[in-house]
């Protein structure tokens, strides 16, 4: 049963039938962010869900987990890594690459984004088929993080993803069990 708050999530987040090919109905957040209510409101759930869990750093995934990631560190007091493409980072990095249904792909973090043992939360706008947040998690792990758990603004139940991170704990403000 969704509460008040998520439901005015739900409500805020716009549907784009048949984007980016036929058949898809794309969960737009953009209309999310265009409303400094509902934004502030996303936040207050995740930090909420998080707050006393001992998160240490908060690692956004490229592109909108950056924007609900950074956030959630300001609001928590701790640092922001960037979990990006593959190549787009300037320093020492490390790299995680994981399957796509037709080839691979790849992300990586600085090699010194944060220190061993350190606690990471995991953030990005929303899980679909869940590659890229267990790769991210494994990333994580591989360079001596503890993953706290993952959040995400939008799960599309209907696909994969869930299974995939079924060893963290999760959080999702916004279900969709259909397309």
Partial sequence: MESVAQQRLRESIRDIPDFPKPGIVFRDITTLLQD???FREALALIEERWKGEGVEVIAGIEARGFIFGAALADRLGCPFVPIRKAGKLPAETVA?????????????????????????????????????????????????GEVVGLAFVVNLAFLPGASKLEKYRTQYLVEYDSE
Avoid at 112 to 126: K, Q, S, T
Avoid at 134 to 142: F, I, N, Q
């Fill in 36 to 38: 400094p209510d509902r």
């Fill in 96 to 144: 995680m690459s994981y399957e796509l249904e037709y080839g691979t792909d790849s992300i990586e973090m600085h090699a010194d984004a944060f220190r061993e043992g350190a606690r990471i939360l995991i953030v990005d706008d929303l899980l679909a088929t869940g590659g890229t947040a267990a790769a991210a998690a494994k990333l994580v792990e591989e360079t001596g």
